[in-house]
């Protein structure tokens, strides 16, 4: 594992935003152990903005501290994936109640342009932009309540979200168009003003994504019981 290094400005967060990134693209590994030694070398910068960023990392739940033995790679547990998703769809349905009598043609229009977007990354195999786009598309529904408090807890929540989409990708066969069908129903609900169709679209949603997230899991845990 080699990391870039980093720029005098704003250390902590570039730390941050490097070791999120190779957490969530699976390069870092679950239960890997994340040497801050290892991190100061590389990046060229000193323990401070290394500690810093790791206390940040383990708020969003990405990483874990054990006294007198550090900081690890979180691994994910079959209820960590009930909560993050059964949390995900509160927040999004709440999203939904403060979004829908107030999005205009504009906002119907932006999100059935990322559903196209999405597509064609898919149609390109380009899977990375095409999580990308999906959580791209989630963060705009989220970001235009306006309300601090729940962009705080979706924030908060997202890299686990991002984390999790990838262990699926590496731990099952999965359809990228189930999720622009998806995207779709969102879209037709939003545009419908329809809050129920959007809260039942939710539900399914995440909990169809919680029980693949949680099937991929069981598979990597097998393949590395066999190595």
């Not at 810093?52 to 994936?81: H, K, M």
């Not at 995900?88 to 009598?101: D, P």
Request: with cysteine.
């Amino acid at each position: 594992m080699t990391f870039s290094p980093i720029q005098p400005l704003g250390l902590r967060e570039q730390v941050v935003e490097q070791v999120r990134v190779a957490i969530i693209e699976g390069r870092l590994k679950p239960n890997d152990h994340i040497a801050e030694v290892a991190l100061t070398q590389q990046m060229g910068v000193s323990r401070t903005p290394v500690r810093e960023a790791l206390i940040l990392l383990e708020r969003e739940g990405l990483v874990v501290s054990y006294p007198n033995r550090g900081y690890f790679v979180r691994a994910f547990t079959a209820q960590d994936v009930d909560d993050i998703f059964s949390m995900r769809t509160a927040l999004e349905n709440f999203a939904g109640e403060l979004n829908i009598q107030r999005f205009t043609e504009d906002d119907h229009h932006w999100l059935e342009t990322q559903v196209e977007r999405q597509r064609a990354a898919i149609e390109q195999n380009n899977f990375k932009h095409v999580r990308t786009i999906d959580m791209n598309f989630h963060r705009y529904l989220i970001d235009r309540t306006a309300h601090a408090l729940l962009i705080r807890n979706w924030t908060e929540l997202v890299a686990q979200i991002a984390a999790l989409l990838y262990v699926r990708a590496e731990g099952l066969v999965y359809d990228e168009y189930k999720a622009l069908e998806d995207h779709h129903q969102i879209v037709a609900a939003y545009r419908a003003r329809d809050l129920d169709a959007l809260t039942a679209c939710n539900h399914k949603i995440n909990a169809r994504v919680a029980v693949e997230c949680q099937t991929a899991l069981s598979n990597l845990e097998r393949r590395q019981a066999i190595r």
